[in-house]
């Protein structure tokens, strides 16, 4: 329980159902009102919001926008116009996952960067400030032409892993290079050694291939692997492929997002990964560590 945080009383909650459990959490440790937005799904796909006026009061809106990444996206910028529409004093968005966060580049001649597209959006609804935690890339931020912040859930994955698992001559793996930093930084905190493998993506097919061509010996070693987020697993299950095939003892892995499609959990459980650790940015069966904490102290520090 975060303590000592005033927060001046015209500060609310929203929330869907999707992250009401969480907003739930951050409500109560920052002692302000939660309002949900209930939503309706029609059989066609969209969306239908319906809250109570919140006309006068500084809304923190708390939704993830994971699969079904458009109509979370929708649900989104529709509860930002109320609150424009209703004169709410400020807009900030709370979205843990910000869905399109990979779409940062143009890969292949003529794509579209669609996380601009996003950023777009959400100024022109009427955003003032959004906070991302773990965003696959936090540059893209500095591209949104308001108010932004990314907060690192990799000192609580740590300290889950500290205190939850016994680890024998454990060795941190990064899946990729792209995820070098994330997990030089879990490294520094749990003071382990590190490694990486190499990735490359078929822009077409979407199809990936791994290797490992670093010299650090993976043979009987416990090994953890940090990613930002499980998507389909494959990413994972080619590492744990790799991996064992060094000779690797023990595999855990550890996101902060665990989106874990199609049957994405099953197939990582056969591949040989021992347990998968991840936060409750997204609701799912490995949400083992709690981000309300985390959020409400930047909440306190950020929004007073
Ligand atoms: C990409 O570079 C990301 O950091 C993740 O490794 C990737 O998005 C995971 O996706 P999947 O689970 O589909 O391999």
Not at 16 to 28: F, S
Not at 100 to 114: A, C, L, P
Not at 240 to 265: D, M, S
Request: charged content about 20%; proline content about 3%; glycine content about 4%.
């Amino acid at each position: 329980m975060t303590s000592a945080l005033t927060l001046r009383n015209d500060f609310i909650i929203i929330s869907t159902i999707d992250n009401l459990e969480l907003a739930k959490e951050v409500a109560n440790q920052l002692d302000i009102q939660l309002v949900q937005a209930h939503l309706q799904r029609f059989s066609d796909g969209e969306s239908k919001i319906q809250m109570s006026p919140v006309s006068n009061n500084r809304c923190i809106i708390i939704h993830s926008t994971h699969p079904p990444v458009d109509q979370h996206l929708m649900q989104l910028f529709m509860i930002i116009h109320k609150c424009t529409n209703d004169h709410a004093k400020d807009i900030c968005i709370i979205s843990p996952y910000m869905a399109y966060s990979r779409q940062d580049k143009e890969f292949i001649n003529g794509e579209v960067i669609s996380i601009y597209v996003i950023g777009k959006i959400l100024e022109c609804t009427g955003s003032k400030e959004l906070v991302t935690v773990d965003i696959h890339n936090p540059n893209v931020l500095s591209k949104f032409t308001f108010k932004t912040y990314n907060i690192s859930a990799i000192p609580l994955l740590a300290e889950y892993a500290r205190s939850h698992i016994r680890l024998n001559d454990p060795l941190i793996i990064s899946p990729d290079n792209g995820g070098i930093n994330r997990a030089k930084q879990l490294a520094n905190i749990l003071n382990i050694e590190m490694s990486w493998l190499t990735k490359v993506r078929d822009r077409h097919t979407g199809q990936i291939k791994s290797k490992y061509e670093g010299t650090t010996s993976i043979s009987h070693r416990d090994i953890i692997i940090i990613d930002d987020m499980i998507s389909t697993g494959n990413s994972i299950i080619n590492a744990a492929k790799i991996l064992k095939e060094l000779e690797a003892e023990r595999l855990f892995v550890l996101c902060t997002h665990a989106l874990l499609l199609e049957n994405a959990a099953e197939r990582l459980l056969t591949a040989g990964i021992n347990d998968i650790i991840a936060t409750n940015s997204i609701p799912n069966i490995f949400a083992k560590v709690d981000l309300s904490t985390m959020l409400s102290d930047h909440i306190s520090r950020f929004l007073t």
